[in-house]
């Protein structure tokens, strides 16, 4: 079943029970008003009748006394304290036919006669003083039930009526709320169906549920989307970065199996050339995996580390492996902050590491302290980056120069990897570059300061 359908059902079932219980309040409220009414319009004629007989004789045989006081269509009987019937008139014959009750207490009884139904009132009255007698006026209620039914059919014709109402307008105001679910549906059958990424048209400025989730409908496809276009740039830059390493293995390989065990120098060349390109495809691979492993929280734990020797360490082993000359420069003797020191060496490392590949001169290690951030910042005097491509270069993959980067064995990982690892204890990563003066990328960590 339809949503829509579903919404108009139950809207219409709900009214409906609310109109049938409203008019079934209405239709008691109306009898019980009625029957009050009436009830005292009998007492009051009955308390009449009761003054009469002390000061007229209502009970002598003259029955014109007594019509003059019975009500139309009513019947007026009075009984002696013997309850024996003293005197009555009717207007109306066919309440000659009620029967007498032997009651001495005042009281209302509704009772039918003749199949129609009618309201009888018995008033107590003195009888020389002693005794009490009794005065019965009996009233046909034919006006008061086709009042009611009247209203019963009113009632029933209105709720139908609403009823009705209700089913049209519950499948347009349905129809009005669902569109946004009806296009969004649309949207994702489209979406199955063709592959494309596409977004839903919203219209107008509210802010209901509606047009919340459709909004979040349509960022959800934007993500979606770019997670799909880097992906297969991922896709892309991985076939090609891989295809020059294993073409060359694969020509050289060729070269030693027709000709390098003969000749040492193409074999020493062969194997050179081999061996370089394993080592590419091996860095290539560990950054891969390394960038994709970032997509999950670490399990590693905040040390509190001194940053100066810990920095120094990582220096030394470069400037040993990399013979490059790094300074480390600190404006404090000590700075102590509470880090996760694996994360931490990792993007120091990737820092060096772009530095020395993209700069032939003296590379900069600066730590500074500024009320409670500490920034710890690389910088070496190469090329620099163009400020078009500064926004970009934490993107995966991406590369300022193509050409350059594979001379170098770049793959346009490593500052992505470096603000991802740097995001994981709460630092920010920052970069500023200068055409012909060189780059310098900051690390910059929060509320980590120790005493």
Not at 57 to 85: H, K, N, Q, S, W
Not at 201 to 213: F, N
Request: charged share 25%; with cysteine; net charge negative.
């Amino acid at each position: 079943m339809k949503i829509s359908t579903k919404i108009q059902l139950y809207s219409s079932l709900f009214l409906s029970i609310m109109l049938v219980l409203l008019s079934i309040i209405v239709l008691f409220a109306f009898l019980w008003i009625s029957v009050e009414r009436e009830e005292d319009l009998l007492e009051d004629q009955a308390s009449l009748i009761e003054e009469s007989i002390m000061e007229k004789d209502l009970t002598a045989d003259d029955a014109g006394l007594l019509e003059a006081y019975t009500p139309d269509d009513a019947m007026v009987r009075i009984f002696g304290t013997d309850g024996t019937l003293i005197k009555k008139f009717a207007d109306d014959e066919d309440l000659l036919g009620l029967g007498v009750r032997s009651v001495s207490e005042k009281g209302y009884d509704f009772t039918k006669v003749d199949g129609d139904y009618v309201l009888t009132y018995r008033h107590p009255y003195p009888d020389e003083g002693k005794k009490l007698g009794m005065i019965e006026i009996t009233q046909p209620q034919d006006t008061l039930l086709d009042h009611l039914t009247t209203l019963a059919l009113v009632l029933a014709g209105a709720s139908l009526f609403v009823i009705l109402l209700s089913v049209v307008a519950g499948k347009w105001l349905a129809r009005l709320i669902l569109k946004p679910l009806s296009i969004m549906s649309g949207t994702m059958l489209d979406i199955e169906k063709s592959g494309e990424f596409k977004r839903i048209p919203l219209a107008g400025q509210s802010k209901d549920e509606l047009q919340v989730m459709g909004e979040s409908f349509n960022r959800m496809i934007v993500r979606l989307e770019r997670n799909y276009d880097q992906q297969q740039q991922f896709l892309s830059d991985a076939s090609h970065e891989l295809k020059t390493p294993i073409t060359v293995i694969e020509s050289y390989s060729s070269l030693l199996k027709r000709w390098g065990m003969k000749d040492a120098a193409i074999q020493e060349e062969a194997v050179e050339a081999i061996h370089h390109e394993a080592i590419r495809m091996k860095r290539l691979t560990e950054h891969l995996l390394q960038a994709a492993s970032q997509a999950g929280p670490s399990a590693d734990m905040e040390e509190k580390i001194e940053l100066i020797p810990f920095c120094e360490q990582i220096a030394q082993t470069l400037r040993r492996t990399g013979n490059r000359d790094i300074e480390l420069q600190s404006e404090v003797k000590e700075i102590h902050a509470k880090t996760i020191p694996g994360q931490l060496e990792q993007v120091l490392v990737i820092l060096l590491d772009n530095a020395m590949k993209y700069s032939d001169g003296k590379i900069q290690i600066k730590i500074k302290q500024q009320s409670d951030k500490i920034f710890i910042s690389v910088k070496d005097h190469g090329p620099g980056i163009s400020p078009e491509h500064l926004p970009h270069v934490f993107e995966r993959f991406y590369r300022v120069d193509s050409s350059r980067a594979r001379k170098t064995g770049g793959n346009g990982l490593g500052l992505s990897i470096a603000r991802s690892l740097v995001e994981s204890f709460d630092g920010t990563l920052d970069i500023e570059s200068e055409l012909g003066k060189g780059t310098e990328v900051t690390i910059i960590l929060s509320h980590q300061i120790l005493i």
